[in-house]
């Protein structure tokens, strides 16, 4: 039995030789083992790229959702006015419109 | 599973945050129509508004002045064009009628109709829709903001106590 310290102490030559003049049994049904391995992991790719289609998709469909949405809202006018005096007159206006509207609305109720 | 009801949340809420944009809507679709006069202020100009001194805004209509300070949006659509006219109440009539709003006062009279739809949260009104319409005219004055009815009423003359 050889201790760690030889092993280490031994040549690459030496080591090689000792690695061929061993025999080394492969256990039975290694490779059928290993063939599987490899198919059941083909497999298993396979249905984690299923798995992340679903929600990749809907993921997509919202955007589009979203895109379609936001581009379907009214835009922004641009303001009547620029002068916050004018539009201040312009809402008094209508203001006084609202009153009129609605003391005549209310004697047309009575 | 989460993640999907989360953002089903996230896209109602904003859909949501959008769906109050009618008075946009009436604006854009006939601000540009012949015979129709349309103004609109927006949050912006409200802001402007509000940074003006009060005696330079009449400062004798303290009440209207607070009105202001409490309004972001301001829609009016003034049509003298039959077919917008027609259009134009139909549409209103059609949008108005879904529940989304109080009708507060309607009034009827040899084919002239006066409608006011308010929204409120509380106490605060958020939402207020005049339609006017008669044979040759329709006016819609939509405003948006966060206004107290007790304002409101004082501006337009005390309409729950009448």
Request: charge should be negative.
């Given at each position: ?11 690459f ?12 049994s ?10 599987s ?29 979203c895109?379609?949405?936001f581009?379907?809202l ?37 | 599973m ?19 944009s ?15 006069s349309a ?17 330079d ?6 009440e ?11 829609y ?9 006219n027609a ?7 059609n949008i ?6 109080e009708?507060m ?5 040899e ?10 949260q509380?106490e605060?009104m958020t939402h207020?829709?005049l339609?006017?319409?008669e044979?040759?005219?329709?006016t819609?004055?939509y ?7 007790e ?12």
């Open positions: 039995m050889k201790r760690i310290e030889d092993i280490e102490n031994l040549s030559d030496a080591l090689e030789k000792m690695a061929d003049s061993c025999e080394v492969v256990p039975a049904g290694l490779e059928e083992g290993i063939r391995a490899i198919i059941v992991k083909g497999e298993c790719r396979k249905r984690s790229v299923k798995a992340l289609l679903f929600p990749a998709l809907t993921t997509l469909a919202t955007a589009i959702a895109l379609i949405f581009l379907s009214p835009s922004e006018p641009e303001d009547t006015f620029n002068d916050p005096y004018q539009a201040y007159a312009q809402l008094e206006k209508t203001f006084s419109y609202i009153s009129s509207t609605v003391d005549k609305s209310l004697k047309l109720t009575k | 989460k993640k999907l009801v989360v953002l089903a949340i996230a896209l109602s809420l904003t859909v949501s945050s959008f769906a109050d009618l008075g946009r809507k009436i604006y854009n679709r006939y601000s540009d129509e012949k015979d129709v103004v609109y202020i927006s949050p912006s100009m409200f802001k402007m508004i509000n940074r003006l001194p009060e005696m805004m009449g400062g004798q209509n303290v209207l002045t607070g009105l202001i300070k409490s309004l972001d949006g301001f009016l659509i003034d049509s003298r064009n039959s077919s917008v259009s134009l109440k139909s549409e209103m009539d108005l009628s879904d529940g989304s709003m009708l006062l309607e009034a009827k009279e084919g002239e109709t006066v409608r006011i739809y308010t929204k409120s509380g605060t207020f829709v339609v006017a319409s044979k040759e005219e329709c819609v004055v405003l948006e903001g966060q206004l107290s009815r304002q409101l009423n004082a501006i337009i003359g005390d309409m729950n106590h009448q």
